[in-house]
């Protein structure tokens, strides 16, 4: 009988190592839950989990001696971690780990937007560089005024990075934090109004809805520039691909969306938008890391050990 499920899309190294130390079952998603024998359910005690489909009550309740959630990754908001505090069921995730990975990201997102360099790339590669000449002229990042919307682990890397860019940090948290002299608000409209690049660097779910609201891309405005690595929930989306139509929002740098991976095909069109495939960890040195912690807590668990990293 087996004691570990992994659910979700591993790849065969992770799924190696899942099946070597634990003999885990797999299934490709939660949906497929139900398929299991009764007997199969009940025998087990942990989920490691990866993916970003709901993992609900309707689904800890299928499995009725599951002691632990083991997330794939540091935001868990597809885990529904009040129903699973009222079940006694322990939910953990992958912090840190993968910080860099996602500040680069962002910066990333920010300079090659900002820089319009995929379009001068095309520029060159279709021949207009030797045709036509210089590339358009683009705009200056450095030493801009960027605001941090989420200043947390991942947000902290972010902001170091583009201090060294000369940057004028400004951010927005739930309370101030310590900092070597960035400029807080305690309003996400009073920040985007404050900053020439907005990144928003917060956690997902049901608490950050829409927290960039139509307000605060207005406030953004016509020659601002919305960046995400967060979850596309954090989006108004609509007012976004509204404000990217009428030009109220300058552009928007993305790697999350809602409905990902299947987006509002709106963003495909738009010409002042960047868009990455939700790929702000996805090297294979934070993987192998966040794989291997998300392991040790599989393993924590079912030896009553502590676990590593711990939600709930
Ligand atoms: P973190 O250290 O927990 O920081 C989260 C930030 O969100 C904090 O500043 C926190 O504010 C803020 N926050 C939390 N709840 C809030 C609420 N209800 N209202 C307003 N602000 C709230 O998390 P992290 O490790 O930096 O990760 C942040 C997020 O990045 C993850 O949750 C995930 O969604 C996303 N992510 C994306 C990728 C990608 O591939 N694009 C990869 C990894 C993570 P306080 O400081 O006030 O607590």
């Known amino acids: 009988m087996t004691e570990t499920l992994a659910i979700g899309p591993y790849t065969q190294g992770d799924a190696a190592a899942l099946a070597e130390e634990f003999s885990a079952k797999f299934l490709p998603g939660p949906a497929e839950l139900g398929g299991l024998t009764q007997d199969a359910r009940a025998a087990v005690r942990a989920v ?13 309740d299928l499995l009725p001696n599951l002691g632990v959630i083991a997330n ?24 840190d780990v993968l910080n860099d990975d996602v500040a ?10 900002g820089r319009k360099m995929i379009a001068a790339a095309d520029w060159a590669r279709s021949g207009n560089w030797a045709a036509k000449g210089e590339f358009p002229l683009n705009r200056k990042i450095s030493g801009g005024r960027v605001g941090i919307l989420g200043l947390g682990r991942i947000g902290r890397e972010i902001a170091n990075r ?12 739930r309370s101030e934090k310590q900092t070597p002299g960035w400029i807080y608000h305690a309003d996400p409209v009073a920040l985007a109004a404050a900053v020439d690049y907005l990144v928003v660097a917060t956690v997902g779910g049901a608490a950050t809805q829409g927290i960039v609201s139509k307000a605060v891309i207005e406030a953004l405005g016509p020659k601002g520039i919305l960046v995400n690595i967060s979850r596309g929930t954090t989006v108004d989306e609509a007012a976004l ?21 299947n987006i509002d095909p709106r963003f495909y069109a738009l010409p002042n ?38 939600v709930n």
């Open 241 to 261: 691909i509204a404000a990217l139509e009428s030009g109220e929002l300058g552009g928007a740098a993305l790697d999350v969306f809602l409905n990902e991976p």
């Open 273 to 310: 938008v960047t868009i990455q495939p939700h790929q702000g960890s996805g090297t294979v040195e934070t993987r192998l890391e966040m794989a291997a912690l998300q392991r040790r807590n599989v393993a924590a668990f079912l030896k009553g050990a502590a676990l590593e990293t711990p």
């Open 104 to 113: 680069d990201v962002a910066v990333g997102l920010l300079l090659m937007h």
């Open 72 to 95: 794939y990754g540091v935001g868990y908001d597809a885990i529904d971690v009040t129903a699973a505090n009222a079940r006694g069921i322990k939910v953990t995730n992958t912090p």
């Open 162 to 173: 583009l201090a060294a860019f000369k940057c004028e940090v400004h951010y927005f948290a």
């Open 48 to 60: 490691a989990y990866k993916g970003h489909h709901a993992f609900g009550a309707g689904e800890m």
